[in-house]
């Protein structure tokens, strides 16, 4: 189920005041998950090269604002919803929390550079995605940190993790949970990561609700498409 290309037209037209406050607040909450990451990450690379992305998606897996952190990992946000969308669908409920690092399936980065994903709801609606990508402490694999030249193939690099909803509707899969840490190395490093990221995307969430609340879930939305199409508009003339 491949994302839908092109913005297309907003569903109605916002007032340019209204546009720029929600652009600007999808700006700062994007950012502020990179920042909290960063903040209090275990991971050593992420720390201190910065080696993460913040990204929003809408409901279709289109980048709506993206942090000011690695392109590498926000502007390939929409592949990796690709194939994340290719195999869950529309299959969400509030409080999933989903993780993926599968190079042929998300298709970004290698195997450290785990995607952690949140699809946000508004009263019971999908109304898109919080996206974080980061590089975590430990991937498994024949080498510590996850950097093995010499591996013979990707399964001697580490954990080849395909989408999985580590947390279903606000309850974490104890099971599987447990067999992700039981195969990589400073598991401890890796969950207080994990917990540390869905909750930075919680809040981000809370904060969209908030928006939603203020200005109309379908104003909101409008605004998400018209940013897209700005986008699309800015890039067009760039290479025209």
């Known amino acids: 189920m491949p994302i839908e290309k092109g ?32 903040n209090a990450t275990q991971s050593f690379v992420t720390a201190h090269v910065r080696d993460l992305g913040a990204s929003m998606q809408d409901a279709r897996g289109r980048i709506v604002v993206a942090s000011a952190h690695l392109p590498v990992h926000t502007l390939i946000a929409e592949i990796a919803m690709e194939g994340v969308i290719a195999k869950f669908g529309t299959d969400y409920k509030p409080g999933d929390y989903i993780i993926a690092n599968d190079p042929y399936i998300v298709k970004a980065g290698h195997l450290p550079d785990w995607s952690h994903i949140r699809p946000t709801f508004y009263k019971g609606e999908l109304v898109g995605f919080l996206q974080c990508k980061t590089h975590v402490a430990d991937t498994g694999g024949f080498l510590p940190g996850g950097y093995g030249p010499k591996a013979y193939d990707i399964i001697a690099e580490g954990l080849n993790i395909p989408p999985l909803k580590v947390i279903k509707a606000g309850v974490i899969d104890e099971d599987l949970w447990e067999f992700l840490l039981k195969n990589v190395r400073n598991p401890n490093q890796v969950e207080m990561d994990a917990m540390l990221i869905n909750g930075a995307l919680t809040q981000a969430e809370e904060q969209i609700t908030a928006l939603m609340d203020k200005y109309g879930v379908e104003t909101v939305k409008a605004c998400m498409d018209q940013i897209i199409l700005s986008g699309e508009k800015a890039m067009r003339a760039e290479l025209s």
């Open 7 to 38: 913005a297309g037209k907003p569903a109605h037209n916002v007032d340019a005041t209204t546009l720029s406050v929600v652009w600007n607040r999808f700006e700062y909450i994007v950012n502020q998950i990179g920042e909290k990451v960063l």
